[in-house]
């Protein structure tokens, strides 16, 4: 008895220790020096890191192809960097990880700069200004965000995203569900699980001109959002020449042609 | 540079005992559920009723050939579709209760296998009726046959549990996530969530060995020895 006790707390501890060692193991790893742009072209690729399951920003095809707005544009990046794109697919919250982990030398997913996330990595200038709305199927009795605010409701969004702050600022009584991907948060709204989805609102209004009058949108908007490209913090020539590329891309025309092509509808100003 | 920082994620550790306990809850219950249907899918397994062996043989099959994960969506979203709009916690529990229930249905199947029909012949010519012969004479060394797989299978459960939180159970899995994308502690809260599963099936793996000590030792064949 004692005996099969003891086996098991030094398995335990064994345990323990694997895991122990795995952190300090991964910290030293961590300490990777900053020079992006030659290991890019040492490499010969870029490495983006983007979302699944985002359309018309980021999804990936049947075929297993990254496509939409932000795979565009990273595509054109990697053009301009003479090099080729390599994509690292992510969740909404391992767009920051990414980075951090220097898994990826950009981020290019429907990424908003919050001053959270600015103490951690660098953002370009915008290249997008969104805004956030909710979302209904056409028959609700919902007609009004503040409708909305009642525990009775319940409202769909992405972890780890701006979605929960912006949720529990415009509707606090509502009942928050949240979800791995943009994907699933819309299938709750769509298979009747939600009464409503907090998203992006030229996501909500791309999916509402797909929908043929099957959705609506509240009226309001809830947030002002600076879309970028995400970097890792600390290498200033990297941010130099990112930076420059979006701000080319945006003065160029270019940017609001891409958009137009890929949502349909023209794109709103970048203020 | 990552700099391996544990407190960061100390301002969560209030919202975490809520997440355990929903963790807890939610395998416990899976285990209990699973159990019961288990034996329901033995007995179905074992019959001699042609209909109910085909219905257990299909359960078994189509669940256990099935990911966890499909289970779960198609009871959250599928069923809502339908009409029927079940909760994230629920969903979860019928999906874990369902495919854990398969595996328990053929754990059990093989204890009742490994009886001899020597023993039930021998049980009948002393008037023992059917349930009377379960009770006290099969189930006793069923329980001991499958007593070290059915361990496997509640820290299998236990684990599997971590896959509700994409249906917004907000489970320990739920608070690894959120640690994570608040403070940025993505290491951090990976490491703290694994020490606390490894926890979690511990503690239920030495209640089933709590358990299964007591009950061995009153169990009417060890009394009647």
Redesign the interface.
């Known amino acids: 008895m004692t005996l099969i006790v003891r086996k098991r707390t030094l398995a335990?501890l064994a345990?323990?220790m694997l895991?122990g060692g795995?952190?300090?193991h991964?910290?030293s790893a961590?300490?990777a020096p900053s020079n992006i742009m030659a290991d890019i072209v040492k490499r010969g690729t870029v490495r983006i890191a983007t979302i699944a399951g985002n359309p018309p920003y980021s999804s990936v095809s049947p075929s297993g192809e990254p496509q939409g707005y932000d795979v565009e544009i990273g595509k054109l990046i990697a053009a301009a960097l003479k090099v080729k794109p390599e994509w690292v697919i992510v969740d909404?919250?391992g767009r920051?990880?990414a980075l951090?982990?220097r898994r990826a030398d950009i981020t290019l997913a429907n990424f908003t700069n919050t001053i959270?996330?600015s103490?951690?990595i660098a953002f370009t200038r915008p290249y997008l200004i969104v805004g956030s709305s909710f979302m209904v199927k056409k028959d609700s009795p919902l007609q009004t965000a503040e409708q909305l605010n009642d525990p009775k409701y319940k409202v769909?969004g992405p972890?780890?995203?701006t979605f929960e702050p912006i949720a529990a600022n415009t509707v606090p009584k509502a009942t928050v569900?949240?979800?791995?991907t943009v994907q699933?948060a819309l299938?709750?709204l769509?298979?009747?699980?939600a009464d409503a989805n907090l998203g992006d609102s030229l996501q909500i209004a791309a999916t509402i001109s797909a929908s043929n009058g099957a959705m609506r949108a509240l009226p309001g908007n809830w947030s002002y959002e600076e879309i970028a490209v995400g970097l890792p913090a600390?290498d200033a020539d990297w941010f130099r020449i990112m930076d420059a590329w979006v701000r080319q891309f945006n003065g160029s025309g270019d940017n609001a042609r891409l958009f137009k092509k890929i949502f349909g509808f023209d794109m709103p100003p970048l203020q | 540079m990552y700099q391996f920082n544990l407190s960061a994620t100390k301002s969560y550790m209030e919202v975490l005992p809520a997440a355990v306990v929903t963790t807890l809850l939610l395998s416990g219950l899976a285990i209990l559920a699973s159990i019961f249907v288990g034996i329901a899918g033995a007995l179905c397994r074992t019959s001699n009723v042609r209909v109910l062996r085909f219905i257990g043989g299909a359960y078994v099959e189509l669940l256990r050939n099935i990911p966890l994960l499909i289970v779960i969506y198609l009871v959250y979203f599928g069923l809502a579709q339908l009409g029927l709009r079940i909760s994230g916690f629920t969903s979860a529990l019928i999906a874990l209760t369902l495919n854990a229930g398969a595996y328990m249905t053929e754990m059990i199947r093989g204890g009742l296998a490994a009886i001899g029909k020597g023993q039930f012949e021998a049980a009948r010519s002393q008037a023992m009726t059917a349930p009377q012969i379960y009770r006290y004479i099969v189930m006793p060394q069923v329980f001991r046959i499958i007593y070290a797989p059915f361990g496997n299978l509640c820290i299998g459960i236990v684990l599997g549990s971590a896959l509700a939180s994409i249906v917004g159970v907000e489970d320990v899995t739920s608070w690894m996530h959120t640690v994570g994308s608040n403070s940025f502690r993505y290491l951090e809260a990976f490491l703290m969530a694994g020490a606390i599963y490894l926890a979690l099936a511990q503690t239920i793996n030495l209640l089933r060995i709590g358990t299964g000590r007591w009950l061995l030792s009153h169990s009417p064949s060890a009394t009647r020895q």
């Open positions: 335990l345990a323990g895991l795995l952190a300090t991964s910290a961590q300490t909404t919250p920051i990880t951090q982990t959270e996330r103490t951690v769909s972890r780890g995203g569900l949240r979800f791995d699933d299938l709750a769509r298979s009747g699980q600390g």
